[in-house]
């Protein structure tokens, strides 16, 4: 890829990436809105055309590695692994 190309490239992820926040922002403030009327309406689920929209509540049991971190450092630094992963940024 030339230096003129790889410029282009970079622009182009530039605008995209504007855009796909532009986006998300948009997507966030429809949901925000059917979720608003779904709480209005009092109803986890309702039946929209074709679309069966589900908003309630989902519970979960998660590990607190913080908490057991304070709790047991030295058995929480014996199951330490250390990994490597590569970042790409544009800045």
């Known amino acids: 890829m030339s230096k003129k190309d790889l410029k282009k490239a970079v622009y182009r992820l530039r605008e995209l990436e504007a855009q796909a926040g532009e986006i998300a922002q948009e997507i966030d403030t429809l949901k925000?809105?059917?979720?608003a009327e779904m709480?209005?309406?009092n109803v986890t689920e309702m039946?929209?055309?074709?679309?069966?929209i589900r908003w309630a509540s989902?519970?979960?049991?998660?590990?607190?590695?913080?908490?057991?971190?304070?709790?047991?450092?030295?058995?929480?630094?014996?199951?330490?692994?250390?990994?490597?992963?590569r970042r790409?940024?544009?800045q």
């Open 39 to 41: 709480t209005a309406q």
């Open 32 to 35: 925000d809105a059917i979720k």
């Open 58 to 85: 989902v519970q979960s049991c998660r590990f607190d590695s913080a908490a057991f971190k304070r709790a047991m450092p030295d058995l929480y630094g014996s199951f330490l692994r250390q990994t490597e992963t």
């Open 47 to 52: 039946q929209v055309d074709v679309f069966r």
């Open 88 to 90: 790409f940024s544009v």
